[in-house]
């Protein structure tokens, strides 16, 4: 039987484990290779509410623009190093 999507968020709720703001900013002045994505559309986050070198990927485009196995041109070279630390809002 399939996976339904509630059984695919729970199992990934337990796989990763949230961050408070502050320690989130904590991660990102200890490790300069971190990186932090807003996956909220850009168009519904005012830019003065923005964190200092966000990358804007959509949730809808995440999976897609992290995905090594499609066309270049289709992907986030930044997301392609998968020992690099990522933060999502």
Do not use: C, F
């Not at 003065?48 to 995440?62: C, H, K, T, W, Y």
């Amino acid at each position: 039987m399939a996976k339904s999507w509630t059984d695919m968020v729970n199992e990934a709720k337990a796989a990763v484990h949230g961050v408070s703001p502050h320690e989130a900013q904590q991660r990102l002045q200890n490790d300069p290779e971190a990186l932090l994505i807003e996956v909220r559309d850009a168009e519904s986050v005012p830019i003065e509410d923005r964190a200092p070198d966000v990358v804007m990927i959509s949730l809808g485009s995440l999976p897609m623009r992290a995905d090594l196995e499609i066309a270049e041109r289709l992907r986030d070279r930044r997301l392609e190093d998968r020992s690099r630390q990522v933060i999502t809002t």
